[in-house]
Each structure stands twice: as structure tokens, then as C-alpha cells.
């Protein structure tokens, strides 16, 4: 059943990417162009009473369907950009449950201690705002990179902005709660986490597929730009200015769609799976009073 609904999430968000791509390109006047070459193709029609039409018309179809599905999980690996940010929300998750989190965290500190300290110590400030504006200040820095102090200030936000070397420690720790309610939880409780879980998949896969349409936008109009001749035919956009401030637009824009839609189900996720943990986590402690 996981494995349907996982094809069926490639499916619509590889849907949603190739429909995108018609939309690109129909502004800039290369969609009936690409329509035009295809029509000229020595295609067999559909009416073709010999077998050669049917056989290349479901042949042509299963590579449809196959091209869809691997531009979906292509799109769900694509994704992982996206994991930075999704760590610093993480780490708000366990600051703001530190007061309990902590008690089951020495209970199994053999396993997950480690992590839980090396999350916490890497995001003390777990504020993707603050996060945000510290790198844009420290962006400035690469114009002094001969200075020595200016350079290691930079490299050292690089490395905090892409989460260098957390990886790992982040992962065992998702993979340490989640196993604890699979294997201590009910299977209602496991019903709501996968439904969380699968949303946020395919908005995340959705939100790359975002990514990738605002770059494609973006070299899209600095080819028009730069190469009037070769360029659709879109005098409205021939001003660099004009197009610039449009480049800009459209690149900020798509790219702050992107991180809302992939933070709102990201939350949304973690609120439930700590939410579970800590349900699971009470009744297991309460049970053992009991027995105690």
C-alpha cells in the first residue's frame, strides 16, 4: 500500500513539473514551435488500421507514463536542498520540548545523546529569520576574502548555512523518535504520522520542482537578453532593465514559495511526531509507575 502511494506521489508531482514546463514556454513563443516539429514527426496516425499504429501509440505511452514517474522521484531526491532549513526547524522543535525531550533522551543517551547535544549546540538560535539576515551581513565578506578574519568568518557561515557535517546526527535522531512510536505506538497514532509524512514528500518535491522552474525562468530571461536574434518574439521584454527587475521577481518569488510550502508541512510534521513522542513517552512512565 506505501509503495502505491509513494507511485502515485511521483506521479503528481512529475505531472506537476512537465505542466510547469508547458507554462515556461509558452510565453516566450517556443511551445507552438515544439508542437509544430512534433506534428512534422512521421508519426503513424491514430486511425492506422495495421498494427504498427497501436504498438506505437502504447509504446509511446508506457515511456510517457515511465518519464513521468522519474522526473517525480528525481524531484523527491532534488529535495534534499531543502534540508538545512528543515534541521533548523528540527532544532526549534527540540528547544522548545527540551523540558521533557531531556528525560527521555538520558534514558536512551547511549543511542541519541550524542545527537541531541550536537543538534542543540550547532542551533543555539534556532530563528531562520536571524539565521537569514547573519548570513546576508556575512555575505559582504567574500569581497574582503584576502583578510584572514573576514575569509574564516565566511567559511564559517557557509558551513553553519548548510548545515556542514550535521547530516548524520540529524537523521539518526528523526530515525530514533520515529522508530520509538512505531515500536511503542499504536497503529492509529502510526495512521496520522504517515499521513503527515507523505505530505510533506510530495510538498517538498513540489517546492523543488518551484526551484527549478524559477532558475529555468531566470536563464529564460537572460537568453532573451542576450541573444535578441535567437530570443522569442517578446518585445515587451527587451529592456534589460525591465528584464532584470523581472528576473529578480519571479527568482525571489518562486524560491520564497518554495520555502514556505516546504517549512509549513515540515512544522506541521514535527508538531505531530513530538507531539506522539511525548504521548508515547508519558504512557510509557506511567505504566512503569504503576509497576513500581
Keep these: 500500500m506505501q509503495f502505491i502511494r509513494r507511485f502515485a506521489d511521483y ?3 512529475g505531472g506537476f513539473f512537465l505542466i510547469c514546463q508547458l507554462v515556461v514556454l509558452w510565453p516566450f513563443g517556443y511551445l507552438s514551435t515544439i508542437v509544430d516539429k512534433l506534428q512534422a514527426l512521421p508519426i503513424p496516425s491514430l486511425t492506422d488500421t495495421s498494427l504498427v499504429g497501436p504498438i506505437f501509440t502504447g509504446f509511446a505511452g508506457a515511456l510517457g507514463v515511465i518519464a513521468v514517474f522519474v522526473v517525480g522521484l528525481l524531484l523527491d531526491l532534488f529535495a534534499s536542498y531543502f534540508r538545512p532549513l528543515e534541521m533548523r526547524v528540527f532544532a526549534r522543535h527540540l528547544s522548545r520540548n527540551s523540558d521533557w525531550l531531556i528525560n527521555l533522551v538520558e534514558a536512551h543517551k547511549v543511542y541519541c545523546a550524542t545527537d541531541y547535544e550536537t543538534i542543540q549546540r550547532a542551533f543555539p538560535d534556532a530563528s531562520i529569520t536571524r539565521e537569514y539576515l547573519a548570513n546576508f551581513r556575512a555575505g559582504f565578506d ?3 576574502f584576502w583578510n584572514r578574519k573576514r575569509r574564516e568568518r565566511y567559511v564559517s557561515t557557509i558551513k553553519r548555512s548548510w548545515a556542514w557535517g550535521l547530516g548524520w ?3 539518526r535522531l528523526w530515525s530514533f523518535f520515529t522508530s520509538y512510536i512505531v515500536v511503542l505506538s499504536g497503529s492509529a497514532q502510526l495512521t496520522v504520522l504517515v499521513d503527515q509524512y507523505s505530505l510533506w514528500r510530495t510538498a ?6 518551484l526551484v527549478l522552474i524559477s532558475m529555468e525562468i531566470g536563464l529564460a530571461l537572460m ?3 542576450f541573444s535578441p536574434s535567437l530570443a522569442s518574439p517578446t518585445p515587451h521584454l527587451s529592456s534589460p532593465l525591465k528584464l532584470n527587475f523581472l ?4 527568482t525571489w518569488a518562486l524560491t520564497a514559495l518554495s520555502i514556505y510550502i516546504t517549512l509549513g508541512t515540515y512544522s506541521r510534521l514535527c508538531f505531530t511526531l513530538f507531539s506522539l513522542v511525548y504521548v508515547t513517552y508519558d504512557k510509557q512512565a506511567g505504566a512503569g509507575a504503576e509497576g513500581a
Design 223 to 225: 537568453w532573451v537578453a
Design 142 to 144: 567574500v569581497f574582503m
Design 169 to 171: 546526527p540529524y537523521e
Design 11 to 13: 506521479g503528481l508531482t
Design 247 to 250: 528576473v529578480m521577481v519571479v
Design 204 to 209: 517538498r518535491a513540489m517546492a523543488a520542482a
